[in-house]
């Protein structure tokens, strides 16, 4: 047989692209893992993150936030792209209830760090902008929030200075605002800031507002008001159960059926609210309540207390919603200014804290 190098046929240019090749290779293989020695893990950093925040140590009270300002002011702490990477600050629990909501807004929040900005992002797999990111937090521990910075502005219970800040509040740049971050303590907060940036933790600066969406009440869940108790009477398996199966505070929905109708399921006000927890006979029929029937009053009124706690994110602003209507109070960004409101989200909040 033949051979082709017997006739004149050269592998020297086959043998040279070969060395090529191979001299190329070698040096993609170095240089990924030098990237990979000198990028930083996001993997590590969210384990940081979530280990600060299951330590619960006390922090250093953050300053008072300056007068209002239309410009947002804040800078980027840690972000996905840094080489020089912190943990997040530990932050002291200021009440059960609030801490618990507060670190795991945080938590979800930190699981986030370093998806890319996208202006009208809402997920991880499209990218965040900054409200997106927050109504995506949020929702990942069942609130329900509008979409833009200035709807999420209106809602919730302001926060008079950074001082008074806890984990999980929001602070806004602008009114109406153009920005918002995930407050985590000592001054820092969580955002999606700009185009060309990631989720990352940024120093809180001087923020326009500060609201808080999350709320505790001063009773403990997991303790029934006695008082509320024997006032229910046979009733109290059916509102302890509603409000297990709703996931709110079975105090609170024996306060509202004590303030509406002191427990009595024959009840019809002057307004035409009927039954034990007094629903308008179109919100019956919309949600498929019976008012004459205990059962399914109480069933129903925790499904719409539940609404609106995801709403509005406090017991005084659903309470309020209960009374004067959603639109009420976001018409006004709280309680409306309305003397029964105001009395009657007064009356709840002492029935539900052991008053009478």
């Known amino acids: 047989m033949t051979s082709l190098e017997s006739i004149g046929v050269s592998f020297a240019p086959l043998t040279a692209i070969t060395s090529e090749m191979n001299s190329f290779s070698t040096i993609g293989q170095q240089l990924s893992q030098q990237i990979a020695s000198q990028a930083p893990s996001f993997a590590s950093l969210l384990s940081e993150a979530t280990g ?25 702490l840690i972000s996905a792209n840094s080489t020089n990477q912190t943990s997040l600050p530990p932050f002291a629990p200021t009440t ?32 965040f902008d900054c409200s997106g990111l927050v109504q995506k937090v ?31 509040d929001l602070v806004f740049y602008g009114s109406p605002a153009s920005h918002v971050g995930i407050y985590i303590g000592n001054g820092k907060m969580i955002d999606a800031p700009e185009a060309g940036a990631t989720v990352r933790v940024d120093q809180v600066g001087t923020p326009t507002s500060i609201t808080r969406i999350i709320q505790s009440t ?11 108790a ?18 709110i505070n079975v105090n609170f929905l024996l306060a509202i059926a004590k303030v509406e109708s002191n427990f009595n399921p024959s009840a019809v006000s002057s307004a035409g609210a009927q039954g034990m927890m007094q629903i308008m006979p179109s919100t019956a029929a919309a949600n498929g309540i019976t008012t004459s029937d205990p059962v399914s009053s109480i069933y129903g009124a925790a ?36 003397p029964e409101t105001v009395n009657y989200v007064q009356a709840v909040n002492s029935a539900m804290n052991g008053g009478n």
């Open 52 to 76: 600060t925040l299951s330590q619960g140590a006390t922090s250093t009270v953050a300053p008072a936030a300056s007068p209002a300002s239309s410009t947002p002011s804040y800078s980027p």
């Open 96 to 127: 059960a209830n609030q801490s618990s909501n507060g670190a795991n807004i945080v938590a979800d929040a930190a699981s986030y760090i370093g998806v890319p900005y996208q202006w009208g992002g809402t997920s991880a797999q499209t990218g």
């Open 138 to 168: 949020f929702a990942d521990q069942g609130y329900t929030l509008p979409r833009t910075a200035a709807e999420q502005q209106a809602i919730g219970t302001p926060v008079s200075s950074l001082a008074q800040a806890q984990p999980g």
């Open 218 to 228: 001063s009773l403990p869940s997991g303790t029934l008001n006695p008082t509320l």
């Open 230 to 247: 024997s006032d229910a009477g046979p009733y109290l398996p059916i509102f302890e159960s509603a409000a297990a199966k709703s996931g």
């Open 303 to 338: 499904q719409l207390l539940s609404q609106k706690l995801n709403t509005f994110g406090s017991y005084d602003l659903a309470a309020a919603a209960y009374n004067a209507g959603d639109g009420a109070v976001q018409q006004y960004g709280g309680v409306p200014p309305y």
